[in-house]
Antibody, heavy 124, light 108 residues
Framework: EVQLVQPGAEVKKPGESLTFSCKGSGYSFTNYWIGWVRQMPGKGLEWVGMLYLGDSDTSDIRYSPSFQGQVTISADKSINTAYLHWSSLKASDTAIYYC??????????????WGQGTLVTVSS | DIQMTQSPSTLSASVGDRVTIACRASQSINSWLAWYQQKPGKAPKLLIYKASSLESGVPSRFSGSGSGTEFTLTISSLQPDDFATYYCQQYNSYSLLSFGGGTKVEVK
């Protein structure tokens, strides 16, 4: 069975850094994109960015213009895990962050399997 | 950027009703559109991809249609489990994905 496992919650102070993970299992991790989606409290879904590993040593990483420079997406294919990183959090980063799988190829681009989400709370 | 606009933002309906949700793209996205259902406290769930392809395991009362800039999600006979928020998402470009603002289907 496909699974994307994320930590349930993270609590941080403004200015602190944060990295959390999304571990995939039950499928070939390097043959799919992994994307990140933000949902602010009571709001809709926003695409943050995504990463494709493939079989080569380099990865293809794409960011929404709204999040470019604000977060960093990375992955470790040896442990089937993707990461989302902030170097300096703001209170406005408070949200649920979902990782989700996207099929690769010309017909892909939609999220066919989702993690349970990580609630990030940034408060002094 | 491609903007996605859903209507209505809230829809009141009863069990058994036929429900239609609209999604409009600011430019043509061919058939590169997906629909998701989200219940409170849960992750979204894929319903439809490529505008009209039903994801495996999704009940056949859900259907999608449209191409270009106008799309529709239809629930043929609303069931108690269908009260939720629905989102459309375009994937015309792998570099610029975007979601609609959502439609909440609530009990009338």
């Amino acid at each position: 069975e496909v699974q994307l496992v994320q930590p349930g919650a993270e609590v941080k102070k403004p200015g602190e850094s944060l990295t959390f993970s999304c571990k995939g299992s039950g499928y070939s991790f390097t043959n799919y994109w992994i994307g990140w989606v933000r949902q602010m409290p009571g709001k809709g879904l926003e695409w943050v960015g995504m990463l494709y590993l493939g079989d080569s040593d380099t990865s293809d990483i794409r960011y929404s213009p709204s999040f470019q420079g604000q977060v960093t997406i990375s992955a470790d294919k040896s442990i089937n895990t993707a990461y989302l990183h902030w170097s300096s959090l703001k209170a406005s980063d408070t949200a649920i962050y979902y990782c989700a799988r996207l099929p690769a190829g010309d017909d892909g681009g939609y999220f066919d399997w989702w993690g349970q989400g990580t609630l990030v709370t940034v408060s002094s | 950027d491609i903007q996605m606009t859903q209507s209505p933002s809230t829809l009141s309906a009863s069990v058994g009703d036929r429900v239609t949700i609209a999604c409009r793209a600011s430019q043509s996205i061919n058939s590169w559109l997906a629909w998701y259902q989200q219940k409170p406290g849960k992750a979204p769930k894929l319903l439809i991809y490529k505008a009209s392809s039903l994801e495996s395991g999704v009940p056949s009362r859900f259907s999608g249609s449209g191409s270009g800039t106008e799309f529709t999600l239809t629930i043929s006979s609303l069931q108690p489990d269908d009260f939720a928020t629905y989102y459309c998402q375009q994937y015309n470009s792998y570099s610029l994905l975007s979601f609609g603002g959502g439609t909440k289907v609530e009990v009338k």
